[in-house]
């Protein structure tokens, strides 16, 4: 669906990829000539520039990833969409479309793994590096969006079983997004919980639930009840 809305944007615009480079080109000059015209260096401009340039040029070899993305967003749209109107509606939301209890297969995470690898040791295949890294960096925007999606369903579980009030949701939000951001965190936290499930380890107790050992299991092995 995502192809077929972006090949329609394309040939709605008429543009070749000639006239397309040419558009791009020339709107980096003009965002380049307003930047050093409200006083930033020519050479912090050129930088910016050339790491743009840099990105766009790799741009169509990591449209798998583009489009994999793309599709995500768009189901995770639909799903939110699907939720308001249950709400609206006020029927009971069904358990699958809870976001708080959105959690991926652990198989998920060897992809994550799978793509971080290839980028890594992709020095060591010589002349294939740009092959062998292109290929690690699609797998990785593609499950490092995946396991995003679970590290921000972890923090609204997170403020949802403590019910917290708006403002101190909307810091953890931040803190989320901004971990990302910066260090990719909320990636992590999410691969993470596929193996260590926090919202099982670190589920809120109520008042008259025990911990006790049962009978057929050993003293280490425990369970609530």
Not at 64 to 83: D, E, F
Not at 202 to 212: S, Y
Request: some cysteine; aromatic content about 12%.
């Amino acid at each position: 669906m995502v192809c077929a809305w972006m090949a329609a944007l394309w040939f709605i615009s008429g543009l070749d990829p000639a006239q397309l480079s040419k558009l791009v080109d020339d709107s980096l000059t003009a965002t380049a000539d307003l930047y050093r015209s409200v006083g930033m260096a020519s050479a912090t401009v050129d930088d910016m520039v050339a790491q743009v340039r840099e990105w766009i040029h790799i741009v169509p070899y990591v449209l798998p990833a583009i489009v994999g993305v793309s599709g995500l967003l768009l189901a995770s749209v639909t799903v939110a969409l699907a939720a308001a109107f249950y709400s609206r509606a006020g029927e009971a939301l069904p358990g699958r479309l809870r976001f708080s209890e959105f959690r991926l297969h652990w198989s998920m995470a060897y992809g994550f793994m799978g793509g971080l690898a290839l980028v890594l040791v992709a020095p060591a295949f010589g002349e294939r590096v740009e092959q062998v890294r292109l290929v690690g960096l699609n797998l990785l925007m593609f499950f490092e969006t995946l396991f995003f999606v679970q590290g921000l369903a972890v923090a609204h579980w997170f403020v949802v079983s403590r019910r917290m009030a708006a403002g101190r949701r909307i810091v953890v939000y931040a803190a989320a997004l901004l971990g990302q951001l910066l260090l990719q965190l909320t990636s992590w936290a999410g691969l993470l919980d596929t193996w260590f499930d926090y919202r099982k380890r670190f589920a809120p107790r109520g008042p008259g639930r025990k911990r006790v050992v049962p009978a057929d299991r050993g003293a280490g092995d425990q369970e609530e009840r």
